[in-house]
């Protein structure tokens, strides 16, 4: 079994009762079919840092691992090195996507071991890695469909504070030297901070069975809902509620299809990936949407078009009910968000910007979202109809409606 790191603190130790207590999101691993290539897409797209590696230059034989960083987010794309590497046939199914939604907790194994005796069902038992530096536990329950949730504790140099700082992620991983996209992002940043909230597509009938599952093996709660009155048009819906940890820190919102007189668009993404549930977007966090949407699009980042239409109402919906609410109007400059084709939104909280991008592969599987948060804790509600219209103009043009 793990030990806690260095300097234990007293939530360290109250943890030990509440062995859940889930610290961050430690890494996102994707499957994907050609890891070299999507390694170089998410850091000219995105301004990732190609900042580790684990293939067979390291001694794995079994997979390269890419570990690509900004801020404090941290994806692992993992492509399989042989048939027999469970990647191998699962990406035959549902194509590259994400894998593994990993939380840094205490101690994994007894997270773990509490998960299983509420009720998950074991992805793979606790496995501890070693070497000079520390230590890196890890075991994994599965979620809907091809999904995974892994804990990970660590000690010594692999503590997560020391991860922020750019240590090395965990034994078998060696830092790329030279990458030449590394010095261009630094000088050229887009601003991610850190993972906003993770998106699951189940089927029709499903998601309060993983709404259960999330509050029975996760001790989440739920921290808003949605049904199709709310994220619908005249044509699809959606039906979605938000599961939020016990400290609020990690939001996996779940969507299930509504009947439309069109297909939803949630079961178009479960019709491409082999009609099973899946993450559908990793919404990303920006303190500032408008540099990080403008570098976005400058590297080539295709993302929604949103209806000429769309600008013509938001202002007065969005102001109308920040100042009802005592708070002041949307302070960035509204000819740019157009220009931009950013989103906003507000509640009785504040404000939000988000924009979301297209699929991310050929599959209308995953995408990411930009989002920016000025006091409001919501998603977008009000965004949903113009999103949606949006969204199915697109399935349209896919011949998917
Ligand atoms: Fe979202």
Redesign the pocket.
């Known amino acids: 079994m793990a030990t806690l790191g260095t300097g234990s603190s007293p939530s360290a130790v109250a943890s030990m009762t509440d062995p859940l207590t889930l610290i961050d999101v430690d890494h996102v691993r994707f499957f994907v079919g050609n890891a070299k290539q999507s390694a170089h897409f998410y850091a000219y797209a995105f301004g990732f840092q190609v900042d580790q590696i684990s293939d067979l230059t390291t001694g794995n034989r079994e997979s390269a691992q890419y570990l690509l960083t900004q801020g404090n987010i941290r994806l692992i794309l993992e492509t399989p090195l042989s048939a027999a590497h469970p990647a191998a046939s699962e990406m035959k199914l549902h194509g590259d996507g994400i894998k593994d939604i990993a939380f840094t907790v205490f101690d994994a194994e007894r997270a773990w071991e509490c998960a299983i005796k509420n009720g998950g069902h074991c992805a793979y038992e606790p496995r501890t890695t070693r070497d000079a530096g520390g230590t890196v536990t890890m075991a994994g329950i599965q979620t809907y469909g091809r999904v995974v949730h892994s804990f990970v504790s660590r000690t010594g140099s692999y503590d997560l504070p020391k991860i922020k700082q750019g240590s090395i992620l965990a034994p078998g991983f060696r830092k790329v030297e030279g990458y030449g996209l590394n010095a261009f992002n630094l000088k050229h940043p887009c601003g991610l901070k850190f993972v906003d ?1 993770c ?1 699951g597509n189940v089927e029709l009938g499903k998601m309060n069975e993983w709404v259960k599952w999330y509050e029975d093996v996760m001790g989440f709660k739920m921290f808003k809902h949605f049904d199709d009155k709310d994220i619908g048009t005249d044509f699809s819906a959606l039906m979605s509620k938000v599961m939020a940890s016990g400290n609020q820190l990690i939001k996996m ?1 779940i969507n299930e299809p509504a009947e439309g007189k069109r297909k939803s668009q949630i079961q178009e993404y479960l019709d491409w990936h082999n009609l099973t549930p899946g993450i559908q ?1 990793l ?1 990303l966090r920006t303190d500032d949407e408008l540099t990080s949407v403008a570098e976005l699009r400058n590297r080539g980042v295709d993302f929604l078009e949103i209806p000429e239409a769309y600008y013509e109402t938001v202002w007065k919906r969005v102001n109308a009910m920040l100042t009802s609410h005592g708070h002041s109007a949307v302070k960035e400059d509204h000819e740019r968000v157009r220009d931009l084709g950013i989103l906003v939104d507000s509640d009785d909280e504040g404000y939000l910007l988000q924009l979301f991008t297209k699929p991310l592969q050929d599959r209308p599987t995953l995408f990411f ?1 930009i989002i920016c948060r000025r006091g409001s804790q919501s ?1 977008g509600k009000g965004n949903f109809k113009a999103l949606f219209e949006a969204l199915e103009d697109e399935q349209g043009r896919r011949g998917n409606l």
């Open positions: 909230h998106v919102p977007h919404a979202e998603f």
